[in-house]
């Protein structure tokens, strides 16, 4: 899969060459191509942005860089290229949004910076907006970062073991948050290991590993609960979890 970043600062992306997706770079089963929109302005200064009409604090993005930035990313792929704009006004990324973007052969992510971009690049160049959350960043870059890890994780053969990335908290295959984990040693500072993963009963842990999913998005995140249909064993699970609450 291919990622075309349009940014001022393409250094940034370094900060995912490491674990998974480095490798996933470094075995080619994802690409990061980088157009900088300095790199498509006409004046000595090489000027990207502008007060804004109306007034007001802060800088806009210009749009003829932006867009002859986009328009080279389009040329340089013989696929279609969905392109995504990534901006606390858009939509608010998800699994199941990662997962519809995981089925793109090419993207291209513009990230923004100052106050915003010229609301008139996305009806010159059409797109979707993203936004990771409901906070503002100084600018689009790490959220297209957080958007290329979530995307490369759903690609085949980028995490090992392809059952986790099933299991992941928030996968839509669950729709839960994930269950506890635990490793050597058995006690620490008095904490010890629920017995239950220790005895090698898988049927048993599997039971648990459920029970504990549930119960922990049942208190930590119940509109996730409301979003999916448990069974009766769900349930069976969820108030015996209920029950055992100190
Ligand atoms: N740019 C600035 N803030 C952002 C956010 N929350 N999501 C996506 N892009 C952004």
């Given amino acids: 899969m291919k990622f075309n970043i349009i940014t001022l600062f393409p250094e940034m992306f370094t900060a995912i060459d490491y674990g998974i997706i480095g490798r996933a770079k470094e075995n080619e089963l994802i690409s990061l191509k980088f157009w900088n929109p300095r790199d498509y302005t006409e004046d000595n200064y090489h000027k990207v942005d502008d007060s804004p009409y109306g007034g007001g604090s802060g800088m806009v993005m210009l749009v003829k860089p932006l867009q002859a930035a986009i328009q080279a990313a389009h040329q340089a792929n013989s696929d279609p290229a969905l392109v995504v704009y990534l901006t606390p006004q858009g939509k608010l990324l998800n699994q199941e949004l990662v997962i ?147």
């Avoid at 290329?148 to 928030?170: E, M």
């Fill in 100 to 246: 519809e973007l995981a089925s793109q052969k090419n993207l291209i992510l513009v990230a923004g910076r100052y106050e915003g971009i010229d609301e008139r690049l996305t009806k010159i160049e059409p797109g979707i907006e993203i936004s990771i959350g409901d906070y503002v960043l100084s600018g689009g870059e790490l959220a297209g970062m957080v958007v290329i890890d979530a995307v490369a994780r759903q690609l085949p053969g980028v995490v090992g073991d392809a059952d986790s990335v099933k299991q992941d908290s928030f996968s839509s295959f669950t729709g839960l948050l994930d269950y506890p984990h635990y490793t050597r040693p058995e006690v620490i500072d008095g904490h010890v290991v629920p017995k239950v993963l220790l005895g090698g009963n898988h049927a048993e842990i599997t039971c648990w590993r459920r029970k504990e999913a549930l119960g922990r998005t049942w208190l930590r995140r119940p509109d996730l609960l409301e979003k999916i249909e448990l069974t009766a064993a769900d349930r069976m699970l969820l108030n015996e979890f209920i029950e055992n609450i100190e």
